[in-house]
């Protein structure tokens, strides 16, 4: 009983830690729904999710092979150009991380490009806007691509227990209590950056960060090759800290250009 008590706290921190990006996502992608809608719309995104999250958990665990194994129509090269192996899991993480790269990418290009950043906080009223329904499925599909890897890290540390019903049971408390602390969360984010709107540039490259993380990651399982070169995925301790020095560098360029400001507006 206490080892499997200590392997459920386990779960739930990993799960709070990796679902730190998708709430990033969810707080970011929320702002184009309607402003009347935002609150609602992160809410009933998040609560679907942790359904559909145990659905996810329980395909997993009944066909956790199909998704490891190469698609032989998936897999060859091209003499010493590229090589690959394509299996389910690679196809998922590496779509997943190609699409928050996009986005990222595409928030930034409008971020710098806007004439009117005040029009932009009316959401859905917009040419940028999305209903809500669109806006839920974008955060519905994501949550999914980033809880596929968090729930195989799952089953990994519940392979010890040999009981597959309770195995399946202290996974699904984890999903689901992850998913109750983002709900806690996500309104107090989105109203962070609402209220600090500088942070949303670190917020979108963080996401490019973990897009290419994603993306690298999904290379090394499809064991792709360009050149000879294995693609090598980022590692979880480069990322946490690329992640540290993009907040110090915020943070530290923020309060000098305040003082800055200060010193423009005394001499003036």
Known sequence: ??????TLLMLVLLQAVLGFDNLLYISLESKKAPVTDQKRVRKVGILIAIVLRIVLLFVLVS???????????LSGGIKDIVHFAFNGHSIIVLAGGGFIIYTAIKEIWHMIGTTDLNHDLEGGDGKRGKSSNAVITSIVIMNLVFSF???LAAIGLTSD??????AFIIMAI???????????LADKISTFLAKNR?????GLFILFIVGIMLVTEGGHLAHLELFGNHIVPMSKTTFYFVLAVLVIVDVV??????????????QE
């Open 1 to 6: 009983m206490l080892e499997n008590i200590f």
């Open 198 to 202: 500088m942070y949303e540039v670190l």
């Open 149 to 151: 890897d968090s729930i």
């Open 253 to 266: 360029q923020g309060k000098y250009q305040k003082k800055l400001l200060k010193e423009k507006a005394a």
């Open 161 to 166: 227990i040999e009981n597959s019903t309770t």
């Open 63 to 73: 066909i956790i092979g199909f998704f490891q194994e190469p698609f032989a129509f």
């Open 174 to 184: 984890a999903i689901v209590a992850s998913g109750l602390l983002m709900l806690l």
